[in-house]
């Protein structure tokens, strides 16, 4: 992999990703852009414990432009788009209306492909591989920022999910405190830690889903399941099968097999609902330990954190969407429609042949 690191007009950092080493990258950003300006403000909740990203300069973001005004495409001629040059493996650059910026955080965009007609699901293992070691290089760049606490590698795909760009896209954000749903981890992690004398909670659940029926794929180095308690109707979790905290810490025998095993999960997702369905959206969220102070949690380290995966779809059955109502928004009890058993079934029998 080669790494160039340039600047937009309006001075964003944008980086090339590259799986040829002698590829060279100088072309300049001509758009006449005034500097980024936002109004990011994280606003904390005394009644939850949670914060809360106030970002009303989003309200004004590009939404759903035709394909040939797509500003994550290359650059042609006299169209101009966020990526300067004329072709790019992978790139990854400052959002131009980010949720988080200056001591707030920041917000990334990760361009997979050049290709605007592609997903993730079509990519080559040697391009997700590519995928997997840039979400590396920005967890490490990101976390060394002094104000960044947590780092999240996630893409959402679909309209369905509220997707504004259709080119095959994700975005790293970079948080300023450690999010409610990893702190809410960390504090079962830390009570079962005590009520057990020391045993990992992580382990312990890869353990039970390793010896259960909701294994979907199992490789040497990674097993995904459908979880026991699975909040959506196609939910899997993807982890290693040896502990690590975060991506910096995957040994290169798991960064030689996660292209083949999530690809093909990928793959399944557009299958379940049978042929002639359109993609299925979804959801993929990388969950990393943090990289702030842990005193909140008696007992546990970094260490004991697990990374892992977890890839949920919106879509319950053929054109039918689960909607967080009543129960979900109001109250956070989730009710799944679909029995996480079933779904494991499903997701087997669409196997690649």
Known sequence: MKKTSTRLADGRELIYYD???DTV???VDRRPLDRTVTTSEIRHDVLLGDSVAIASHRQGRTYHPPADQCPLCPSEGDRLSEIPDSSYDAVVFENRFPSLAG????CEVVCFTSDHNASFADLTEEQARLVLDA???RTSELSSLPFVEQVFCFENRGAEIGVTLQHPHGQIYAYPFTTPRTALMLRSLAAHKDATGGENLFDAVVERELAGERVVLEGEHWVAFVPYAAHWPYEIHLYPKRRVPDLLALDEEARSEFPKV???????????FGEGEPPTPY???WHQAPFGQLEDFEGVVREDFALHLELFTIRRTSGKLKFLA??????????????PERAAERLREVASS
């Open 283 to 285: 959801i993929a969220a």
């Open 19 to 21: 799986l040829r080493d």
């Open 135 to 137: 979400w590396t290089d």
């Open 326 to 339: 009543g129960s979900e928004s109001g109250m956070n009890v989730f009710i799944n429609d679909v029995p």
């Open 103 to 106: 001591d707030s955080g920041r």
């Open 262 to 272: 999530y690809l093909e999960l990928l793959r399944r997702f557009d299958r379940i």
């Open 25 to 27: 990258r100088d072309a």
